[in-house]
């Protein structure tokens, strides 16, 4: 595709509901990096993938954080139990295989819980 | 653990007007540092990227610098205009070891560019 795109772009959630949150990464990019930017703050890395496989998760938060990429495309954040705290634009990145990529944002989704 | 840091937090300058924008890192030893821009409800978009082993990168009215001993970057953007008006983010990559594909950001300077 074009670019990076992200799905819902909005999404409200009483506190307790499982939330699923999707990346659409740019077609033939192998790095996929997932975000969370609260309000007024910059974005925190939680997730990396390459491919398939999820090479670094050192900032999800807690356990109700999984992310998945099973076919090494489309990705999936999946909040379980969501919390007030858990409310924040949740950002989407993908680049070419090597650290020297830029790597390209999505739009991000805005989650907010209640 | 790497702490990057912006100031200012907010700037309004009127139209025409050449801004510098500051960056600073507590740990010298990155792989790269980038400058992003963010609109309100959009993603982020990339404006500069500098190696370490890179001084400064210039594009169109834009040109960031990067002194890697001091931990310091500025972003100078020439001539401002009212579609400047944005949110700048600045983002170091590792230098090496784990967490080395993962950019760590500012909190950003939000432009307010006045016609």
């Known amino acids: 595709g074009a670019g990076v795109s992200q799905s819902p772009r909005y999404k409200v959630a009483k506190r307790g509901q499982d939330v699923a949150l999707r990346c659409d990464p740019i077609s033939g990019h192998v790095s996929l990096f997932w975000y969370q930017q609260a309000l007024g703050q910059g974005p925190e890395f939680l997730t990396y993938f390459q491919n398939e496989a999820q090479l670094d998760k050192s900032g999800l938060p807690s356990d109700r954080f999984f992310a998945e990429r099973p076919e090494g495309s489309v990705s999936t954040l999946k909040i379980q139990r969501t919390q007030q705290e858990d409310s924040a634009v949740y950002l989407c990145a993908s680049s070419s295989y090597g650290r020297q990529e830029t790597q390209y944002f999505g739009p991000g989704t805005r989650l907010l819980v209640l | 653990k790497q702490e990057v840091t912006q100031i200012p937090a907010a700037l309004s300058v009127p139209e025409g007007e050449n801004l510098v924008l500051n960056c600073s890192f507590t740990?010298?030893?990155?792989?790269?540092l980038q400058w992003f821009r963010q609109d309100p409800g959009k993603g982020l978009t990339s404006l500069l990227l500098?190696?370490?082993?890179?001084r400064e990168q210039t594009s169109g009215r834009l040109n960031a610098s990067l002194d890697k001993s001091s931990g310091r970057s500025t972003l100078y953007i020439a001539a401002s205009q009212p579609g400047d008006s944005a949110t700048y983010l600045c983002?170091?990559?590792?230098?090496?070891?784990?967490?080395?594909?993962?950019?760590?950001f500012g909190k950003g300077t939000k432009l307010s560019v006045i016609p």
């Open positions: 983002a170091v990559k590792k230098g090496s070891g784990a967490g080395s594909y993962q950019l760590t």
């Open positions: 740990d010298s030893a990155i792989y790269n």
């Open positions: 500098i190696q370490s082993s890179q």
